[in-house]
């Protein structure tokens, strides 16, 4: 099991920058693929970024390639999302994912564990 809990969402003027945390916990890493998802009420699960574990190459949705980066801190087991220049479209709850696998998946239904989400709410 693998156990995924997300922080540092909250409200953010358009234009601004907020930095979401994902903490890992109850198994190693290496083997998994890491990915970040949201969703707004009455709509599916989107994916937003995702990245092999043990990898370099990371994945962006289109929407916000060139606003959002992923990475890893893999001495305290987790994984970021740094979004800047925020819009007020990128509203949404946040969702941390986790896959053990060697191949990135951008749905989100392939994904195996999933943190309780953070709001993150971009003001205009």
């Known amino acids: 099991q693998v156990q995924l809990v997300e922080s540092g969402g909250g409200l953010v003027q358009a234009g601004g920058s907020l930095r979401l945390s994902c903490a890992a916990s109850?198994?190693?890493?290496?083997?998994?693929?890491m990915g970040w998802f949201r969703q707004t009420p009455g709509k599916e699960r989107d994916f937003v970024s995702a990245?092999?574990?043990?990898?370099?190459?990371?994945y962006y949705a289109d929407s916000v390639k060139g606003r959002f980066t992923i990475a890893r801190d893999y001495a305290k087991n987790t994984v970021y999302l740094q979004m800047n220049s925020l819009k007020p479209e990128d509203t949404a709850v946040y969702y941390c994912?986790?896959?053990?696998?060697?191949?990135?998946?951008?749905?989100?239904?392939?994904?195996?564990?999933w943190g309780q989400g953070t709001q993150v709410t971009v003001s205009s």
């Open positions: 990245i092999r574990w043990g990898g370099t190459l990371a």
């Open positions: 109850g198994r190693t890493l290496s083997n998994y693929v």
């Open positions: 994912a986790a896959k053990q696998s060697s191949s990135v998946q951008t749905d989100g239904k392939w994904y195996d564990y």
